[in-house]
């Protein structure tokens, strides 16, 4: 993102951002961070790849970096592993915050499109992958029961809520 | 024998039954042996965990879907893939213990003809044969101690965290119940560095060089530790280091050649079972087969 003038970052922040966040389920927590980095320490992605730092994230939807934060890529890159849910000595609930960002960077048009991928792949089969006759034959092989492959209800739940207007 | 009567709703989520029959079939053929029926609901259907992070509300319905069907049927639900157990397993926390949020479910669950008020339990397959069979109990019916071979648990994350949703049942930081399955079977449990590390199944759909680079390093740590396998109970895992371990091969020049089993599968052939009535594939485990 360009950078401007002091000045212009400053009128750029939403300050009830931290709000919005919070309303969120999952997002409640934000405001209590300290900024110790123990998730930034703790985190798998970061310690193959340091572009992924959950600590700043948090400064920045504290600060109010509100479209910085919605449309950039790296919320999408929690692994939800929980590991630092488990240590933050302020129960932040970091993979949960990341998925009320996610949430919010949706309604924003910035959802990521593997996981509309799948949201479109659950709407029409009922599941991730799809259950085809080849596959029942498969199993069957196998001594396996045959499943279902369609699931008409997960379709109906998924047109119900904002997963089926972005799918 | 005192745990028979176990039955449950066998919950197979999205993966396994299209991707990793091996471990339905181990599961099936293990419990039958040992006594849990698992039932066969034909209505269960994704879990909700791949659309938590589009609209957690959607997900929160779909688990709640779930768990109203085994409700229905008077059964708890036991799952094998430890995303479901989390998602399934927080939700139920969540309309359990918020009158509100039960509200809600049930006003949108009527919308299509299902509905749930919050008694059925879940347990991952690990954690019925922990509690429910016991260790000692699992050590006296494996009569073909696999002495022999040496074998790295891993314990992936939703299995173990978030720990609050899970009572604790294990220490997140230096888990110890997957070691205890794998000793009883007879079988050396080897200890290795970064063991509680995520597969970094993940991030696989959003970032693969980083989803691979995190199974890599297990792969690294596995092999330095001299085990003959690496254990698993999730079927993400075994997606990443068992279907993805020849793409890290080729894209870091490395070979591995680590062969991935199931706990059911390591236990059933513990109590005696073949390779082929566990959908152990031959071409993938044959040094490991060969040790027994």
Partial sequence: ?167 | MRWNGLRYALFLGCTIPARSRDYELSTRRVAERLGIELVDLNEFACCGFPIESLDQEAALLLAARNLGIAESKGLDICTLCSACTSVLTETNRRIQEDGAVRTRVKEKLAAIDKNYTGSTAVSHISRVLLKEVGVEQIEKEATHKLTSLKIAPHYGCHYLKPSDIYDRFDDPEDPKTLHRLIAATGAQVVSYEREKDCCGGGVLAVDENVALGIAREKLQHVKAAGADAICLICPFCAIMYDDNQRKIEAKFSETYGLPVIYYPQLLGLALGMSAQDLGLSRAKTEALLTKI
């Fill in chain 1, 1 to 167: 993102m360009k950078q401007g003038r002091p000045q212009s970052a400053y009128t750029q922040l939403d300050w009830k951002f931290r709000e919005e966040v919070a309303s969120v389920p999952g997002g409640e927590n934000l405001n209590k961070c300290y900024q110790c980095g123990t998730c930034n320490a703790s985190c798998p992605v970061r310690h193959i790849d340091e572009k992924y730092n959950p600590r700043k994230i948090v400064r920045m939807a504290v600060l109010g970096m509100r479209d910085r934060v919605l449309s950039s890529d790296f919320i999408w890159l929690c692994s939800s592993c929980y590991t630092c849910r488990e240590r933050c000595p302020q129960d932040v609930r970091l993979p949960d915050l990341m998925k009320a960002l996610r949430n919010l960077a949706v309604k924003e048009g910035h959802a990521h499109p593997s996981y509309l991928a799948q949201a479109e792949a659950i709407a029409s089969h009922g599941r991730l992958y799809e259950i085809e006759e080849f596959d029942n034959k498969r199993r069957q092989k196998m001594g396996l029961p045959p499943l279902p492959t369609k699931c008409e209800e997960v379709a109906r739940i998924l047109k119900l809520t904002e997963a089926g207007k972005t799918a």
